[in-house]
């Protein structure tokens, strides 16, 4: 429950920021579809953002996990970028883990949808020399407020541990 967690903790929703754009023709790869380097662009500049926005010291980019293109951007397309802190690692207290989340959607106001085009997965620290700077730091655990958030965040931080131990 949200609301017996410690004072350490922040729900996952108040750790989310978004970000808006219409594609444009410059922005277009050889098959006249929006380049995903330039969606990979956007949502790493979102993602910095969120881990800047939560730790409150410039974060340190690590890796980005597998990106799922799910569907193709067109130009003239409104796209959204929600990004959140979904949870915090702390295994090394010198380099505690930020992992964000930014799920791109094709947006089309006038028929009132939405479709998810592509999701990112970004891990983030804090330098050990900014910490140091900064006395008050410390790195919230992020608490799900809901269920769907939960069940989000447990099958990330799954797929994240069968990856190190794929790689071991």
């Known amino acids: 429950m ?21 594609c444009q023709p410059q922005q277009r790869n050889l098959h006249g579809r929006i380049f995903g380097g330039f969606l990979m662009h956007r949502a790493f500049e979102l993602a910095f953002s969120t881990a800047y926005t939560f730790a409150g010291l410039m974060p340190y980019f690590l890796e980005v996990d597998h990106v799922d293109f799910l569907r193709p951007v067109d130009v003239g397309d409104f796209l959204r970028f929600k990004s959140c802190v979904l949870y915090t690692e702390f295994e090394h207290a010198e380099q505690p883990l930020i992992n964000v989340e930014v799920v791109a959607h094709v947006t089309r106001p006038e028929l009132r949808s939405s479709e998810v085009s592509n999701t990112f997965y970004f891990t983030f620290t804090v330098r050990p020399e900014a910490k140091a700077n900064n006395n008050g730091f410390r790195i919230r655990k992020v608490v799900p407020a809901t269920e769907e958030e939960a069940r989000t965040m447990l099958e990330r931080m799954d797929a994240d541990s069968l990856l190190s131990k794929e790689t071991i």
């Not at 004072?7 to 754009?21: G, H, K, P, Q």
């Open 2 to 22: 949200p609301a017996l967690a410690n004072r350490d903790s922040i729900l996952l929703r108040d750790t989310r920021l978004e970000n808006s754009l219409i």
